[in-house]
T-cell receptor
């Protein structure tokens, strides 16, 4: 199966700062998603982005499928952005999402 | 439109018991997948069901099983519980199949095995 690696594993920011989270995957993928896990454990969909660029408010994401990576940008971070961000992908021949280990983001006031 | 609903949200069992978790997908979604999340192993795929058929299965022992009903609701069962089964169990639904569509997750069922 595919491997999904996220970096950095931990990130501490001051409120208002910008950040970039990276996701590398080992093979071609069909389905690539970014999630934010809330304190109660639910995975909140941020982006479904097998390729290209999308933006949603202060968040945006870019996937370069040919180079096997995806980036999540958070601008003007807020304390409510704190939590774990996961990248997950499905290989072209399968139906299971393989998750990275996540980036633990802490935004301090 | 209601999201993915998982029940129960929290439960405590003892070793050797069995547990059944339920997942109701988003209306119209036909694919349901299950994942286990533990601090040590992260998020791991359990199985996927589509139109009542298991399409894919992860690397879990036979104590973990599931099924899907004609209304797309799914249940997973864990028999002979072990301490290591303590985890957050997450269910996800997808409109067509999990390979090409966006997955939406429920709030999870947090299982504690004593």
């Amino acid at each position: 199966g595919i491997q999904v690696e996220q970096s950095p594993p931990d990130l501490i920011l001051q409120e208002g700062a910008n950040s970039t989270l990276r996701c590398n995957f080992s093979d071609s993928v069909n389905n690539l998603q970014w999630f934010h896990q809330n304190p109660w454990g639910q995975l909140i969909n941020l982006f479904y982005i097998p390729s290209g660029t999308k933006q949603n408010g202060r968040l945006s994401a870019t996937t370069v499928a040919t180079e096997r990576y995806s980036l999540l940008y958070i601008s003007s971070s807020q304390t409510t952005d704190s939590g774990v961000y996961f990248c997950a992908a499905t290989e072209t021949s399968g139906s299971r999402l393989t998750f990275g280990e996540g980036t633990q983001l802490t935004v301090n006031p | 439109k209601a999201g993915v609903t998982q029940t129960p949200r929290y439960l405590i069992k003892t070793r050797g018991q069995q547990v059944t978790l339920s997942c109701s997908p988003i209306s119209g979604h036909r694919s349901v997948s299950w994942y286990q999340q533990t601090p040590g192993q992260g998020l791991q795929f359990l199985f996927e069901y589509f139109s009542e058929t298991q399409r894919n299965k992860g690397n879990f022992p036979g104590r973990f099983s599931g099924r899907q009903f004609s209304n797309s609701r799914s249940e997973m069962n864990v028999s002979t519980l072990e301490l290591g089964d303590s985890a957050l169990y997450l269910c996800a639904s997808s409109l067509h199949n999990a390979n090409t569509g966006e997955l939406f997750f429920g709030e999870g069922s947090r299982l504690t095995v004593l």
